[in-house]
């Protein structure tokens, strides 16, 4: 039982060095998503804020969520990253910051 389960670590521990670039980016794919799909709804669509809020809706959570009506700017904090969506125009629709 005690091999078994040092396998198992060996085994975890090398597939999550074999996909670390991808484990270390995860993070910031939650709110960059959530805010450039609602900015994309909200702004793009001209939906109303509840439904594009249920649309973004993660099994994640995100932990901060602004929308900037004046400058149709969206700001997504979550798992210790942020990210924000702009509007750019009718025939840009909207672009994450860089």
Known sequence: MKRLFVVLLIVLLGWIGYERENLW???DIISAYTAKEYCSCRYVMNNDVGYCRGYVKQWLPTRHFSDDAAS???TVSGL???NSARWQGERQGCRLDP
């Open 25 to 27: 980016a995860f993070p």
């Open 80 to 82: 210790g990253r942020s």
């Open 72 to 74: 149709k700017t969206i």
